[in-house]
């Protein structure tokens, strides 16, 4: 399946996401499928999902969830990087 990973991507570094409430990302391994991690969270809405890579300190985005039918959005990778600097996960 191809997953439209950019060509600068290592797919060892990749991982899935979904935003909640178009605000809350939430991270996860590439074995775990999109739609059971929306399963797993009641009552917020997911709004995209889509694969993620931390790069030089900047999040890139992109793809599709074909278990959710949701595509990522450019502004997710802000929101993202938002997210780990709070958490200082750097």
Request: glycine residues 8%.
């Amino acid at each position: 399946m191809d997953l439209g990973v950019p060509g600068d991507v290592e797919e060892k570094n990749m991982l899935k996401y979904v935003m909640l409430n178009e605000c809350y990302p939430v991270l996860f391994p590439q074995a775990v499928v999109h739609r059971d991690v929306a399963a797993s969270i009641g009552g917020r809405k997911v709004t995209s999902a889509g694969f993620c890579q931390l790069v030089a300190g900047k999040v890139e985005v992109w793809g599709e969830s074909i278990s959710l039918r949701l595509s990522s959005k450019k502004e997710d990778a802000a929101l993202i990087e938002r997210a780990i600097k709070e958490f200082n996960c750097e």
